[in-house]
């Protein structure tokens, strides 16, 4: 079973505006991360949020975490064409080792 | 620095054979998992490795083996193979007793089974 579900399942933007994306998760966690899968690629880890968190930044990246809805938001701004991927939530259920890995946004950003 | 290499990259198999995926890292990393990716899904843990000479089941163990040869590598077999693990196999490392797991990806395996 999936621990953490994205929404939408499929976003299409134009170049230069912000795409939001959503994660819930069912049990409490250590942390969440935010990973990108290029088409045929691996996953490249973007960013990490801690339970005790509720914001972080990096870059053009902005991630918000409510533990109480169980949920977390990745904004991209300033969308590029190059930032078409799917990009995936994991979650951490404590100080253990296995991430559990939702379905993926897929995410177009038309120039 | 490589970071995590798989081979091979694609491979095709008819049902029954058999087939091992090599993993190799060099971030001097102590721990190592295996995924599958099928469409439309996520990553599900199939095995993983918290440290050199362990291993453990991950969600969907069923159909392989593991083996971790040395602190470096880490394997993956398919004793007999079936169309139901025609799938995307990544392999990944981490840092042992990190709180935060931040995993390190390899570029995957494309295997089909006919």
């Known amino acids: 079973s999936q621990q953490g579900e994205e929404d939408p399942q499929a976003l299409s933007i134009q170049e230069g505006e912000n795409a939001t994306m959503n994660c819930s998760y069912k049990t409490s966690i250590n942390n969440l991360q935010w990973y990108r899968q290029n088409s045929g690629r691996g996953l490249v880890h973007l960013i990490l949020?801690?339970?005790?968190?509720r914001e972080k930044h990096s870059g053009r990246l902005r991630v918000t975490l409510d533990t109480s809805k169980k949920s977390s938001s990745l904004l991209i701004t300033a969308s590029r064409a190059a930032d078409t991927a799917s990009y995936f939530c994991a979650t951490a259920p404590g100080p253990a080792r296995q991430l559990t890995f939702g379905s993926g946004t897929q995410l177009t950003v038309l120039p | 620095n490589a970071g995590v290499t798989q081979t091979p990259k694609f491979q095709v198999l008819k049902t029954g054979q058999s087939m091992t995926l090599q993993c190799a890292q060099d971030?001097?990393?102590?721990?190592m998992y295996w995924y599958r990716q099928d469409p439309g899904m996520g990553l599900r843990l199939i095995y993983y490795?918290?440290?050199?000479?362990?291993?453990d089941k991950g969600e969907v163990p069923n159909g392989y083996n593991v083996s971790r040869l040395n602190k470096r590598e880490f394997s993956l077999r398919l004793e007999s193979a079936a169309p139901s693990q025609t799938s995307v196999y990544f392999c990944a490392s981490s840092e042992q007793g990190s709180p935060y797991n931040e995993q390190f990806f390899g570029p995957g395996t494309r295997l089909t089974v006919l």
């Open positions: 490795s918290a440290s050199e000479g362990t291993t």
């Open positions: 949020i801690r339970s005790n968190e």
């Open positions: 971030m001097n990393h102590n721990s």
